[in-house]
């Protein structure tokens, strides 16, 4: 099937957008990752070693970026969406056996909590990154990185509310331009030494890592980070599809990334000392500035790409029930994707800020910075296993596969451990206090749900307590919110016991958030009758869509206009019982983030003149 002029036009729009939002980490890797291989491991730039880590770095891209990435992992989609948290999703939905459900869970949880501090990090190791090329175009501004990267980043976020719709468009053609500017600056070197293109071949990598001895785990830790970004791929697959995807990357971002790494390597070879920045030191005098400039522009947008990331992971996992309800602005009328997290956007600015503060230099930050990519590559990869079997693939077949990822990347692994004391420590903190929290919403949520189940009155005994008692029954439709299907919702008990009244309509509502990214129109809405004056209705979205009741209850036909409806929620009071199954201060957390969650009204966009609130005391 032959494409269309206006097809062919449209994926190449998609192409030249996906550079500024996928490619914006991954682009920015070539101002650190080549100079921490050499700067802080006693390395000596000869050509020997410049051909080894330059065969590193290039089977890293093709391996990692490529192969795993672009050709393997990509193919598996949530109904168009990507990312660890979609990943994990699609693997529980093809997964029924409670234990490796389990298992693929936590790794999610893992996996996700450690994205947010490869999103605290980016931004500040990027900016930073890219302002030093001023102490190289002028050693009288050294002392200006530090405060220049703290405002750059208080505009950057400060900026976010008024979202990417506007300047969205434009970064693409930056992108552009800097993966041009790379490109150009390398091939200017490689004329010079073009024996560096020998690098291509795989035994000088192989042969540095034989023969490098004590520094060879130091600076495989570094060559991980030119592959620092790899994750968005997957992560923007639903902005973008594979297709513009892939595209971006074989012509435009892969050659460009190759040129400048061997245009540095070829740098390196005829002036050893240039190792302190190689990236800065490529470009001429009279080009310094700009391209210092164009950094700071490339940066601002690679870490745009990543704090908008963080928005949608946090939206997936409190639809996922992994985070508690946030306060999420859509901030375009026509994309749902682009969204703001006040809360979160705040917090990643407070954390980013304190790096750089802490850190002062993008080399510090870079000790931090792997070991959090490599642990969420790892479960990708452990996650990805299950989804290549439900593809049909046998069992030699995709072990086979994962066991070839999982050895790369554990030997990046390995490389990255003895970063830990020396800033590596912060991601895994920062990850274990996120999954701890994750793990106890889920765990609280799941022991709530639990205790309802218990309590409930079946609806047949209400039935038969309404038949006795004959209660009033008012003008008006009721809609009860509730997770449950076969009991009676707390709050209708609770009413009809004080108050002995029942509207003449009554509708039990429950939202489903299905494993799918998204969910059918035809499958949105389930209605039945359940007695005379009661109707059970199910509304189901997918985790990258926003539930809203109101709209649930007109699609349903039972309602023709909210004025004469009212939406009864429950308002629990979490104490702790005597024999709790979990600990007295997870009760404690769960209990703080219950309060500090979004009110229900306005997460289901309930209008708050319509609903009243029953609350009670529940024991876990």
Known sequence: MH???????????????????????????????LRECFGAHGVAVNSHSVLGVLSLIFWSLMLIVTVKYLRYVLEADNHGEGGILALMALSLSREGRPLARRGMLLFGVIGASLLYGDGAITPAVTVLGALEGLAIASP?????????AVLVLIALFALQRRGTAAVGMIFGPITLVWFSVLAVLGLSHISDAPEILLAINPWYGVSFLLEGHGATLGVLGAVLLSVTGAE????????????????????????????????????LLSAPE???????????TWGLYP??????????????ALISGVYSMTRQASMLGLLPRLNVLHTSAHQQGQIYVPFINWMLMLVTIGLVLSFGSSSRLASAYGIAVICSMLITTLLA?????????????????????????????????????????????????????????????????DRFQRELLP?????????EKAPTRVNGTAVFMTGQVDGTPPALLHNFNHNHVLHENVVFLTIVTEDAARVAESARVRVEVVAPGFWRVVGRYGFMEQPDAPDLVKRSGLVESLERVTFFLGR?????????????????????LARSSQPATRFFNIPPDRVMEIGTQIAL
């Open 140 to 148: 009288r501004l050294t002392d200006m990185v530090v405060p220049g």
């Open 232 to 267: 968005a791929l997957y992560a923007d697959l639903g902005h973008f599809g594979r297709r513009p995807i892939r595209l971006g990357w074989t012509y435009v971002v892969l050659p460009a990334l190759l040129l400048n790494y061997f245009g540095q390597g070829a740098l």
């Open 459 to 467: 609806l047949r005994d209400f039935f038969t307590l309404i038949a």
């Open 3 to 33: 494409e269309t002029s206006a097809q062919k036009s449209q994926v190449l729009r998609l192409s030249l957008a996906a550079l500024g939002v996928v490619y914006g980490d991954i682009g920015t890797s070539p101002l650190y990752a």
């Open 291 to 304: 391209l210092v400039l164009l950094s700071t522009v490339a940066s601002m947008i690679a870490s745009q």
């Open 572 to 592: 629990e009071h979490l104490i702790v019982a005597e024999e709790s199954s979990i600990q007295r201060w997870r009760v404690a957390l769960f209990s703080f």
């Open 274 to 284: 240039a190792a302190q920045n190689p990236f800065f030191r490529m470009a001429p």
């Open 385 to 449: 296993f299950g989804v290549a079997r439900s593809w049909g693939w046998s069992t030699p077949r995709a072990v086979l596969v994962t066991l070839c990822f999982l050895i790369i990347e554990g030997a990046f692994l390995l490389a990255n451990l003895g970063k830990i004391p020396h800033g590596g420590w912060f991601p895994l903190l920062l990850g274990a206090g996120l999954s701890l929290l994750m793990t106890t919403w889920h765990r609280g949520r799941q022991l709530l749900a």
